[in-house]
């Protein structure tokens, strides 16, 4: 039962990746759904079985630990993921895009040997950037790191941290110089057992509710200095090189959401419900909403599976992330709420899953840059290509 692909140039190895994710995501993760949406928690049990499958060291070096496998495979097995639960989806997604990410391409030897093994097998990662004061304008942020004779002190608060409930590993960015605005921004990691870190609120959403988001509190948190990831006064380049590459993930959540909304629906409409004598999917009506959505769907995969193979290949890929992640959380929004009304009262119902793709799709347009941000780095590179 693979989805129907635009793309025609997976190599085995994406194959099996979107293969196996789906098998796990069908057998593993579906029964939990609706059990973990009420609860707003994850069962922990889907986290451990995620690490045993390898879905959380995507791109990890094998001699680390990892699975090996390229940028892709991690963006298949996100959008696999999606289709069934999105809020599984983003844990993999911060995880993979964000966190082991930084770690491979800035961590040093001794930080990638500490750390690259457990994030492989058993430790799940944060990324901390946001804050009360800064979303959109994240370069403002507040927190700050003084030097110390060992390392590092930090304060301050994070704000949205995605995984806060699960993870023991958090990369913190903080102002390290902060008379240099955000060039004296730096990047960190945190403990989850360092004195000072503790967990001050955890958010009640609208959707992705099994994905647990919290307020971080730093009071006085000594870090060592051999935990700075890369070099002072870099961390906020790190911050958007690494946001980027994350918002093709960001992408791929978003058509596997769309996806699984669309199927969810024309199962129904194409086998169960009958009206006026027939199936309700065989209206022209629906037919030609159901025939718009999917060509959507289709046109933000290859969006996002374009903007994939860019940054694999090392060609500019800024523009491209910043398209897909728009136009998948538009094609989201759109289609997750089409479903819903193509199963009329029972698309509104909580038994089924039709309302929680439509809750669910609403944060492909604010999380990892809003749509305005996309829309305003699509824009600036435009203006710059067409500027005399
Ligand atoms: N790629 C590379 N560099 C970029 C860049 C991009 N897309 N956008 C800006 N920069 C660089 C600029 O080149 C400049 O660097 P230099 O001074 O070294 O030349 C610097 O950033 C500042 O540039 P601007 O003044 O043009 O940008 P700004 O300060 O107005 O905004 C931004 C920059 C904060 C990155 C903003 O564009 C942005 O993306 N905001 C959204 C923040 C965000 O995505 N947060 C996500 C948090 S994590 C998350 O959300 C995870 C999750 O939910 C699952
Ligand atoms: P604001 O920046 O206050 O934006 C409000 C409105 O103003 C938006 O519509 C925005 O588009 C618009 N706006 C702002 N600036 C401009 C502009 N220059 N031009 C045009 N319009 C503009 N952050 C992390 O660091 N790590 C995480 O793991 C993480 N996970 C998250 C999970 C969830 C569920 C949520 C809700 C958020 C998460 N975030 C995380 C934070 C997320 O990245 C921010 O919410 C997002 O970047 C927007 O910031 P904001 O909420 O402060 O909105």
Known sequence: DVAPTPITHFSETEVAMAEAVQKFANDVILPKVREMDEAEEMD??????????????????????????????????????AR???SVSVMVDVHNTLVNTAVIRWGSEALKKKYL?????????????????????AFALAT????????????????????SMEAEFFIVFANLKPEQGYK???????????????????????????????????????????????????GYKYAIQILNE???GIGAQMTGLALGAWENAVKYVWNDRKQFGKLVGEFQGMQHQIAQSYTEIAAAR????????????????VMDAAMAKLYA?????????????WMGGMGFVREGLAEKFFRDSKIGAIYEGTSNIQLNTIAKMLQKEYTA
Request: glycine share 12%.
């Open 184 to 234: 004296g921004i730096s990047a960190f990691i945190v403990d989850k057992g360092m004195k000072g870190f503790s967990i001050a609120k955890k958010e009640k959403k609208l959707g992705i509710k099994a994905s647990s988001t919290c307020v971080l509190n730093f009071d006085d948190v000594e870090v060592p200095k051999e935990n700075l990831l890369g070099q002072e006064g870099q």
């Open 302 to 317: 290859a969006l996002v599976y374009n903007a994939a193979r860019k940054k694999e290949a090392g060609e500019d890929f």
């Open 44 to 81: 922990p049990t889907i986290v451990e079985q995620l690490f045993e499958q390898g879905i959380m060291g995507v791109e990890i070096p094998e001699e680390y630990g990892g699975a090996g496998m390229n940028f892709t495979a991690a963006i298949v097995g996100i959008e696999e993921l």
């Open 329 to 341: 959380s538009q094609v989201a929004g759109r289609v997750s709420g089409l479903a819903v009304e």
């Open 246 to 248: 994350g918002r093709i």
């Open 84 to 86: 069934v639960d999105p």
């Open 117 to 137: 093994p457990k994030l492989a097998t058993n430790t799940v990662g944060s990324f901390c950037l946001s804050e009360p004061v800064s979303g959109s304008d």
């Open 144 to 163: 700050k790191a003084t030097a110390t004779e060992n390392g590092y002190k930090i304060n301050g608060s994070k704000m949205w941290i995605t995984n």
